[in-house]
């Protein structure tokens, strides 16, 4: 049976600063260096304009594969708990080579369902000693808000269940789901870590 659960909203959470009080005179005096800065020209306030414009840029830059609405490309990568992930193959109709490399415990999907698979990469850039690619992540594919992550009792071949790497180690990996073969909706595939904070993760366009 596909087991399927209801994505949380898309967030993004705020950081807030705690800026320590100033003695009333260290107050009165920054203002009045503000006051003749202003005086001498317009200048730096345009220079600070430009330094927000690109802080911002960067953030927005940042955002790419945060939701379905701007995914990333197989291919593109992206920092997960230390690990440089890379989606490098998908395939959505793969039932017949899943059942094939599972062997005699292969099930088939359920009605009107199909196996799809997903192949990926990635580069420990972390400092852990006990990290694991295996369980420090969790992948599914993402169609119309659902993630479908249960490929019952089948196991595609490449699933890495090997131990710790060192830092700068490149490991692959694999994993299947049965999804809805008369679907509407785009496939994505789904990345993220083990914790279970409600996190929408990273997605990849997967067709």
């Not at 230390?82 to 017949?96: C, K, N, P, Q």
């Not at 005699?104 to 009107?112: F, K, N, R, T, V």
């Not at 990635?122 to 479908?148: H, K, M, P, R």
Request: aromatic share 8%; charged share 20%.
């Amino acid at each position: 049976m596909t087991r399927q659960r209801s994505a949380s909203p898309n967030a993004t959470a705020a950081t807030t600063r705690r800026i320590e009080g100033r003695r009333p005179l260290a107050a009165a005096a920054g203002a009045a260096l503000l006051l003749g800065l202003a005086a001498c020209g317009g200048e730096d306030a345009s220079g600070s304009g430009t330094s927000g414009s690109g802080a911002s840029g960067d953030g927005a830059e940042n955002t790419a594969g945060t939701s379905a609405e701007s995914p990333l490309a197989i291919g593109d990568s992206v920092e997960v708990w230390g690990w440089d992930v890379t989606v490098t193959a998908v395939e959505l109709d793969a039932t017949e080579s899943i059942m094939a490399e599972t062997g005699m415990l292969a099930q088939e999907p359920d009605p009107g369902h199909q196996f799809a698979k997903v192949t990926y990469e990635g580069t420990y850039q972390g400092d852990e000693a006990d990290n694991s690619f295996y369980s420090d992540l969790v992948i599914a594919f993402w169609i119309d808000g659902v993630e479908y992550d249960d490929c019952g009792a089948n196991v595609p071949a490449g699933l890495y269940i090997g131990g710790s790497v060192d830092q700068g180690d490149t490991v692959s990996s694999a994993f299947c789901a049965q999804i809805p073969a008369d679907r509407t909706g785009e496939v994505f595939v789904n990345v993220k870590d083990w914790q279970p904070t409600g996190q929408t993760g990273f997605f990849f366009a997967a067709e």
